[in-house]
């Protein structure tokens, strides 16, 4: 049975040192209830950026104490199933995003959510890609705020983190703590604008304490491979990180020389793009499930 999160316990920090909202055990389901990124603060086209409090974007539900959770684990999140709101909004404006230099007033966007579609004008039906934006657990040091990623998660903006994903975070804290927000109903690599289609949601996930292994930044699974999200602040230094944190950890599972590892990370792997536009961006470096198959690499077999 699942256990519910509600919005009262919003945070705005992935902090270590919150208390929780919630404790479960490793292989208990949780349901989490979120805000939109701006804690639905936009009511209408005409909200107007003065209106808002900046001090409540990108709020996560949470935290959640996961109890087997200790520093030096893997945390395993299932996402089981994602759902959205009825209307989306966006954001443009000074400052904001890769073309805030372009606009000197604030403008919003309402994208009503009609079945698999956020409608964006009479001509154009955007088809849905329901996302999470904000996903993590407690950094090892001092709080980060909910707007930024880093090894812990965060605001990673990643379109692959959806309904039938799974991600494992490197445990720095006891409990882990686990919190969640900011989803989309839609959004590109990238996140130009600074926001994606903003919704409010719900998300069922499930969770497993992986002990014997440890990662340094997040790593996301689905039923197409696999991929190291890290940010940083280039792009270059990013990328980089996600190659080498990829052929560190399938190097061990193959019989292959490093160079010829490298070579087939260079046929076969995938440099993309997540978000450029946070206080630090973010980069993935996907290989294909094919690979891993080849290998009979299979993640985090105990030890």
């Known amino acids: 049975m699942s256990r519910n999160l509600t919005t009262t316990t919003a945070i705005y920090a992935f902090d270590k040192n919150t208390e929780p909202a919630m404790k479960v055990k490793s292989g208990e389901t949780v349901t989490i209830e979120t805000y939109d990124c701006f804690t639905n603060q936009i009511t209408s086209e005409h909200t107007k950026m003065t209106e808002l409090n900046w001090d409540q974007i990108n709020p996560a539900t949470g935290p959640i104490y996961i109890e087997e959770a200790e520093p030096g684990d893997i ?10 709101g009825e209307r989306g909004v966006m954001l443009t404006g000074k400052n904001q995003g890769v073309l805030g230099d372009y606009f000197d007033e604030f403008d919003v966007k309402i994208f009503p959510i009609e079945e698999d579609y956020a409608v964006f004008d009479e001509n154009l039906k955007i088809p849905l890609n329901r996302m999470i934006g904000v996903i993590g657990v407690a950094p090892e040091d001092e709080p980060v705020n909910c707007g930024t990623p880093g090894p812990h998660g965060g605001n990673m903006d990643t379109k692959l983190i959806t309904e039938g994903a799974t991600l494992y975070f490197p445990v720095s804290a006891p409990g882990a703590l686990f919190a969640t927000g900011d989803f989309h109903a839609a959004m590109g690599d990238g996140e130009i604008s600074v926001s994606g289609i903003e919704v409010p949601g719900e998300v069922t996930v499930t969770f497993e304490v992986i002990k014997q292994h440890t990662i340094s930044h997040p790593l996301l699974e689905n039923e197409d491979g696999i991929a190291f999200l890290v940010s940083a602040e280039t792009l270059d230094e990013a990328a980089k990180t996600a190659v080498r944190e990829m052929v560190d950890f399938l190097h061990p599972h193959t019989d292959l020389s490093l160079s010829h590892l490298t070579m087939l990370m260079s046929a076969a792997g995938q440099t993309q793009i997540s978000q450029i536009v946070d206080p630090l961006v973010t980069a993935r ?13 299979q993640l985090f077999q105990q030890k």
């Open 285 to 297: 470096f996907f290989v294909p499930r094919y690979v891993l198959d080849a290998y009979g690499i």
């Open 75 to 84: 945390l395993k999140v299932k996402i089981d199933e994602l759902k959205i």
